[in-house]
């Protein structure tokens, strides 16, 4: 929303002054009339001085340029400056990124739609300090006013939610080479980039303390068997079996690594071959079979009659059951059993496969299932690395599902257990 400029001709005030005029040439007509009728040798007198009243009336008044002359009075001078103009604020309007344009005094001249949309309304006039309070970017567009030339400042929210924002700051040349009135605030946003970032520096850091620990167990044996050790055949034994956990740890951890990394590569590319995931659920049931045995958990499976048959990768779909099932054994095996499933749905007229997998476990509460897909989040560390988990297992679920347009269910009851449902499009 703009103001109208003080500089542009206001239809009102013209209707109004044409008024005027007219009523001053019929009173003076009246009056010069008058005066004719009374006094006859007067009427060329009355006359003359008729014509002398509609040429000082109707005098035609000289329009002055459009662009700013020096000989202008100050006030006149201040009021065409005040606002941009027309074109000024078109070019603005079509910038896809928040745009604002200032004066001198950095008060706010004009916005565009984008920035109303970003930082809220906004009104015309008012100092650009009664929005944005940080002081570097205040300190920024000052310096650009005063003549530093333009400049770049990075800018970030924190309400209503934090948001990383590049701004950069340029005078508008003004014509005939006068000093610039109106200074483009222009706002980037790199919130996705900044996103981006700690992500790859959080992942990079977890990794590395993923492989530091048992490195360093690692070697704190190799140590102690070239040392103390080294003629101690029972400690021998016991310092290797440790070793070798340590090493098919880390043997896990880089394997769940170049896997997550492979994935993620192609997480934009759908699958065009087809896959039934009755077969995929069965196949899982045998693969993991002793896994269930060997903790104690039962595996229940009643496959359907009708297949369940969608575009995916049939191996990355085992990967996907086969790292929820393994979980369930691990985390959820005091329930006793684990239930998969399979079943037709529809939600909102749209139709979909829900492919399940409950446990009747100590269940997880509510506070830690947004996280649960996160890299190297653990609702319990200790156990987890008990259970040779890598922390990585359910951020590759999600990600194979992402591929194939699919998506974790996650509902979890403390005492009760929980169930992973994968929910495919028909």
Not at 278 to 283: A, F, R, S, T
Not at 375 to 390: C, E, I, N
Not at 407 to 415: A, F, H, P, Q
Request: net charge positive.
């Amino acid at each position: 929303m703009s103001l109208p400029s003080p500089s542009e001709p206001r239809q009102p005030l013209r209707r109004l002054r044409a008024a005027l005029t007219v009523r001053a040439l019929l009173a003076g007509a009246a009056g010069f009339a008058g005066v004719a009728l009374l006094q006859p040798e007067a009427a060329p007198v009355a006359a003359g001085g008729f014509v002398l009243l509609a040429a000082c009336v109707l005098w035609p008044r000289r329009i002055a340029p459009r662009a700013i002359s020096p000989k202008r009075p100050a006030l006149e001078r201040r009021q065409i400056v005040l606002w941009p103009e027309a074109g000024m604020k078109a070019v603005v309007e079509t910038m896809r990124q928040p745009a604002l344009m200032l004066d001198r005094n950095m008060m706010l001249r004009y916005r565009n739609s984008m920035s109303e949309r970003a930082f809220g309304s906004m009104a015309l006039g008012d100092p650009i300090s009664l929005r944005f309070r940080a002081p570097e970017l205040l300190a920024a567009i000052e310096a650009v006013i005063k003549g530093s030339g333009p400049a770049s400042v990075g800018y970030t929210e924190r309400r209503p939610t934090e948001r990383t924002w590049s701004v950069e700051i340029a005078p508008i040349p003004a014509p005939q080479g006068e000093a610039p009135y109106f200074f483009l605030v222009l706002f980037q946003d790199r919130s996705a980039e900044r996103r981006v970032e700690r992500i790859r520096t959080d992942f990079v850091a977890n990794a590395s303390h993923e492989l530091r620990t048992p490195l360093a167990s690692m070697r704190g044996f190799i140590e102690t068997l070239q040392g103390p050790a080294k003629d101690d055949a029972a400690a021998r034994v016991r310092f290797l079996a440790i070793m070798h956990e340590q090493a098919a740890r880390m043997s896990r951890l880089i394997d769940d690594l170049l896997s997550l990394s492979r994935i993620e590569m192609k997480r934009d590319v759908r699958p065009e071959e087809r896959a039934d995931l009755k077969g995929v659920l069965q196949e899982v049931c045998e693969i993991l079979g002793p896994l269930a045995e060997e903790n104690d958990v039962v595996l229940e499976w009643q496959p359907p009659a009708e297949d369940f048959v969608i575009n995916g990768d049939h191996d990355e779909l085992i990967q996907v059951f086969s790292n929820l099932v393994e979980n369930a054994c691990k985390y959820g095996s005091s329930g006793g059993r684990i239930v998969l499933t399979l079943a037709a749905v529809q939600e909102g007229g749209a139709r979909y496969f829900d492919a399940s997998v409950q446990d009747f476990g100590p269940g997880i509460s509510a506070e830690h299932v947004p996280r649960l897909t996160e890299r190297f989040y653990r609702v319990d560390v200790d156990a987890s690395r008990l259970k040779r988990g890598t922390g990585l297992g359910l951020s590759i679920v999600r990600n194979i599902l992402v591929r194939h347009r699919a998506r974790l269910v996650v509902t979890s009851k403390i005492g009760e257990g929980s169930t992973f449902t994968a929910r495919f499009a028909r």
